[in-house]
């Protein structure tokens, strides 16, 4: 029994298609036709929270839509006015390697070209879509709005990441409204978890003797309306960071655990999946915030992350 079960785990490990699986990384061929995509060529690499050794490469995100402003930053910028001018394409590739700036009421769609769906940003706005080929948003402030009945499938998660924690959801209609230290997510319809860095019951949002009965594996399922996450003012890119250090070594040391010769228990196994998961999440707020900082602050911080990623990501070496 035991040995089926680590067999079930290392499967999960490597294979695609569920919330707690990594992106892909490498650029397709297709990512150089546009104007967007060369444009975002000459931006130094962001440092991403998923694996550094992907499976086969996906295409990126589409833009379809375009309403108003909206630009492709030339650079890491420390101020609005370092932004860049590139203009983002309709019916282009959404920029790999680049950050997107809306102006105010300016409203951006993008559609993954693998599952078709559907995500809507709205300015004032800085966003990142489809990050690593993967359903996933980074909202370093502005909105989201999810599109209901668009690339729904079961497996399918889309994970929205803010710097005050992150929201995953496969099926509902929700918003999502981002600033520097809290976001907002309004649920309207479906299913949708929430995680943030303090994760104490209650911190999430709703009165705290009701967050604690709805916590489900370290992250807050919720209800409908508005819930608040938030992030302490003083809380520096750095503390981020050390969070999803420990989560990923937790990660490692559990995964350790079930390739090990004569397995693991069930409980083990679960914890790892788990453990995984929460790692994911811290990292992609760390990486989030570390790559919205000066390149010079934020150049002592690459390495760390890159570190971290691969210890919750990758598998683990096994002596025989």
Request: net charge neutral; aromatic share 4%.
């Amino acid at each position: 029994m035991r040995v089926l079960l680590a067999a079930s785990v290392a499967a999960l490990l490597c294979t695609a298609g569920c919330g707690a699986c990594e992106p892909d990384r490498t650029p397709p061929p297709e990512a150089s036709t546009s104007a967007s995509a060369r444009a975002s060529a000459t931006v130094p690499p962001i440092a991403s929270h998923v694996s550094h050794n992907p499976p086969q490469p996906k295409l990126a995100c589409r833009v379809i839509a375009i309403d108003g402003e909206a630009h492709i930053e030339a650079a890491v910028p420390t101020s609005a006015a370092d932004a860049g001018t590139t203009p983002l394409l309709l019916q282009g590739l959404a920029p790999t390697e680049a950050w997107i700036a809306l102006a105010k009421g300016a409203r951006v769609i993008a559609r993954d070209p693998r599952t078709t769906r559907e995500t809507t940003f709205r300015g004032p706005a800085r966003v990142r879509a489809c990050v690593d080929f993967s359903e996933e948003s980074w909202l370093a402030s502005g909105s989201f709005e999810s599109a209901v009945g668009a690339g729904e499938s079961p497996g399918s998660e889309e994970w929205v990441v803010t710097p005050s924690g992150v929201v995953r959801y496969t099926a509902a209609q929700l918003s999502v409204e981002a600033r520097p230290h809290e976001a907002n997510v309004t649920l309207v319809s479906g299913v949708a978890f929430a995680w943030q860095p303090s994760a104490a019951p209650g911190d999430a949002g709703g009165p705290p003797g009701d967050a604690g009965s709805l916590m489900e594996e370290g992250w807050l399922r919720l209800g409908p309306g508005r819930t608040k996450l938030g992030l302490p003012r003083d809380e520096p890119a750095s503390a981020t960071l050390d969070r999803c250090v420990a989560l990923s070594a937790s990660a490692r040391d559990l995964a350790t655990q079930v390739m090990a010769p004569g397995g693991a228990s069930g409980t083990t196994i679960t914890r790892q999946v788990t453990t995984r998961r929460l790692a994911r999440a811290a990292c992609a707020v760390a990486a989030l915030r570390v790559n919205a900082l000066p390149p010079a602050d934020a150049a002592p911080l690459l390495r760390p992350l890159a570190d971290a990623n691969g210890a919750w990501s990758g598998l683990p070496a096994v002596t025989p």
